[in-house]
């Protein structure tokens, strides 16, 4: 699992994250949703040790992130980070094969040529391996870098606003895939996300926060509930029972 525990990240007088502390167990789908500036992303950040924290402690299966080994850590915990810009000219295989490194920093063994054609082949990209980046769809390319994350083969893989512009039928098939990597190999899922229906439909779990704080987590039932969205989002809405899933109009 991994444990946050009173984690603060200030800009000057501002905290951006307050004082955190959340489990998020191990197995399964959980969303982190809330407004802009709730601080979803910078703690993403901080977990991934991408950016460092003021004060708290962050572990993963009981390793300290703030002082465990780059390569030891990277082994354990991936990410996909919202702004996926890359400016050198890669192909699909060339972007997955990046999730080796911490196994084989950059000489790539017959194991990791196999998990390397294996996650291309598992999110569909078996006919574009030798594409460029810039010549894929956004759907295709958000889908090669899920593919890099899948590819290091960590127990816990964190996606940070991963359906970004996209467009419907993309933001649906990556939710699915998301969800699929929990299902099928038992990773734990912990996705950014700012629809509280994808959040409803596809989690396990919700956590969210406003203003740096932990505000409300539970299950998709406990957390979509009006009162509690209002409380998140200051916009009253309405929830609505569609079989299993409860889904909010907030457009009225």
Do not use: W
Not at 48 to 77: C, I, K, N
Not at 101 to 107: A, D, E, T, W
Not at 128 to 154: K, P
Not at 184 to 195: A, I, M, P, S, Y
Request: with cysteine; aromatic share 6%.
């Amino acid at each position: 699992m991994i444990e946050i525990r009173d984690v603060t990240k200030s800009y000057g007088s501002s905290a951006v994250v307050d004082r955190v502390s959340m489990t998020l167990p191990a197995g399964g789908l959980t969303s982190i949703i809330g407004p802009n500036g709730a601080g979803k992303s910078t703690l993403l950040s901080i977990v991934s040790r991408l950016m460092p924290m003021d004060g708290g402690q962050v572990l993963v299966d009981g390793l300290d992130v703030s002082t465990t080994a780059g390569d030891v850590l990277a082994r354990r915990l991936s990410i996909m980070r919202q702004d996926n810009h890359i400016t050198a000219r890669l192909s699909v295989r060339d972007l997955v094969s990046f999730g080796r490194y911490p196994y084989s920093k950059g000489r790539l063994t017959a194991d990791d040529v196999e998990h390397i054609a294996r996650s291309i082949t598992y999110v569909g990209l078996g006919a574009f391996e030798h594409r460029f980046l810039d010549e894929l769809s956004g759907g295709q390319r958000q889908r090669a870098f899920i593919a890099m994350v899948l590819c290091q083969d960590t127990d816990y893989m964190l996606f940070d606003e991963p359906l970004n512009n996209l467009d419907m039928k993309h933001a649906v098939e990556t939710m699915k895939l998301l969800r699929r990597l929990a299902d099928d190999f038992g990773k734990t899922v912990v996705v950014v996300l700012h629809d509280i229906n994808f959040a409803s439909t596809y989690s396990d779990r919700i956590v969210a926060m406003r203003d740096g704080r932990l505000a409300f987590e539970g299950t998709p039932e406990d957390m979509i509930e009006p009162a509690r969205l209002q409380a998140i989002f200051d916009v009253d809405c309405r929830v609505h029972a569609v079989g299993d899933t409860r889904l909010v109009n907030y457009f009225e």
